[in-house]
């Protein structure tokens, strides 16, 4: 199978019928022309949907052991991407959305952002893990890899942005000017840049909540267009 776009593929499983006794002068398979396959409504696959069967009055693999009578037929097959979603999609989804509750949390309530954003990535971590380990053992990059991948990055990205938060509002508190103390004597020096500070971080925090539901929706766009289309 070829599951560069897995769990959203689409796979053709073909069945040749071939005669290996006698050569196509003593023996030759078709195909009828009415109705030559007839499939059952009670048979049902738990991943797969059945779209259509094509047959074939000649196989496409070449004979070097003579001229044997060969029929084929390929069985189109969509997977069934409800599961998936149930599992993975909509939870690592959640898991995102959690992660930026930290934006609206206050600058100064350090334990809850960092339990957050820690949380979530711990969970994002441990979701990826067991979504891994159901999936087939492939070399190259699947479309559910680059998903659950990215989400990682979005969930990370939010624990590092409150570290930026951070940093920055100590870094005005400890090189705020003194040309703003001047203009304000009656306020204290210190209160003035631990202001300054909070409102720094209150402006990422800001743009934080409308940049990253931007972008993380985008991607959604992006992944369903060339994974689903």
């Known amino acids: 199978m070829k599951l560069h ?21 003593r023996i030759e398979f078709r195909w009828k022309s009415d109705r030559p396959v007839v ?46 979603m149930i599992q993975i999609y909509i939870p690592t989804i959640m898991i995102v959305l959690l992660s930026w509750v930290s934006f609206w949390l206050s600058i100064d309530a350090v334990p809850a952002r960092i339990s957050l954003g820690i949380l979530t990535v711990l969970t994002m971590t441990t979701q990826k893990g067991s979504a891994i380990s159901s999936l087939p053992r492939v070399s190259y990059v699947k479309a559910i890899d680059v998903w659950m991948a990215t989400c990682l990055a979005f969930v990370f990205a939010a624990l590092l942005e409150f570290a930026f938060v ?10 705020g000017s003194l040309q703003d103390a001047e203009m304000d004597n009656k306020m204290n020096l210190n209160n003035r840049r631990l202001i300054n ?29 060339v994974y689903m289309v």
């Open 39 to 84: 499939t059952s409504s009670a048979v049902e696959l738990p991943q797969f949907t059945l779209v259509n069967i094509m047959t074939n009055n000649t196989c496409d693999k070449t004979k070097v052991d003579g001229d044997f009578t060969c029929i084929q037929i390929n069985f189109n097959l969509n997977r069934n991407i409800g599961f998936y």
């Open 5 to 25: 776009k897995y769990p959203m593929d689409t796979q053709t499983c073909s069945l040749y019928i071939q005669s290996f006794a006698y050569t196509r002068k």
């Open 166 to 175: 951070n940093v920055m509002q100590r870094r005005r508190q400890k090189f």
């Open 197 to 225: 500070g909070k409102r720094a971080a209150k402006k990422v925090d800001n743009i934080s909540r409308v940049v990253f539901p931007i972008v993380f929706f985008a991607f959604c766009v992006i992944y369903t267009f």
